[in-house]
């Protein structure tokens, strides 16, 4: 498994495991039309502390996960999805996509991360928890953060 920064990768790709992730395994009342931010990575994720990564093995993308800079210390988390078949501690496929984040947060010096999470992704609550996030009300999250419209839980990891 090796994990890169977006540079002009397959979107419709990333787009369809994103939307299979969370529409069909799922069930989460959302489309592809309701992320428009997966047809602009670049000008949505790639400034100041923000990226886009991507999880391979091989030539297969397995994974996803986002980190955007919305001003002042301040990131979200976004955009975080594994394939079910390389989920798991084992596989540390998600363990290293995370690592990057906070790598690259902690490199330009982000005070904090917001994300916002829907109630069915039950072992990313428990995989965000582990990682340092810490359940926070919905007020707590800065107007800044931008979260989707399914979102019932939200987090934060403070450095």
């Known amino acids: 498994m090796h994990i890169v920064e977006y540079a002009g990768h397959d979107v419709d790709a990333i787009v369809e495991l994103i939307t299979t992730i969370q529409m069909v395994e799922f069930g989460v009342a959302t489309s592809a039309e309701k992320q ?3 047809r602009e990575i670049p000008e949505y994720y790639q400034y100041g502390a923000g990226n886009f990564w991507l999880a391979f ?3 297969e993308l397995i994974g996803t996960l986002a980190l955007k ?3 002042g210390g301040v990131c979200s988390l976004r955009k975080m999805f594994v394939k079910k078949a390389w989920r ?3 596989r540390g496929v998600a363990a290293g996509l995370m690592r990057t984040l906070l790598d ?3 490199a330009h010096g982000v005070r904090a991360i917001y994300l916002g999470t829907v109630d069915v992704y039950k072992a990313a609550h428990r995989f965000y ?7 926070v009300a919905k007020s707590e999250v800065p107007d800044s953060v931008p979260l989707m419209d399914v979102d019932v839980k939200y987090y934060c990891r403070r450095f």
């Open 57 to 59: 093995e091989g030539d």
């Open 88 to 90: 798991g501690k084992a």
């Open 36 to 38: 428009p931010d997966l």
């Open 104 to 106: 690259q947060a902690k």
């Open 129 to 135: 928890e582990k990682s340092g996030f810490v359940e």
């Open 69 to 71: 800079d919305v001003g």
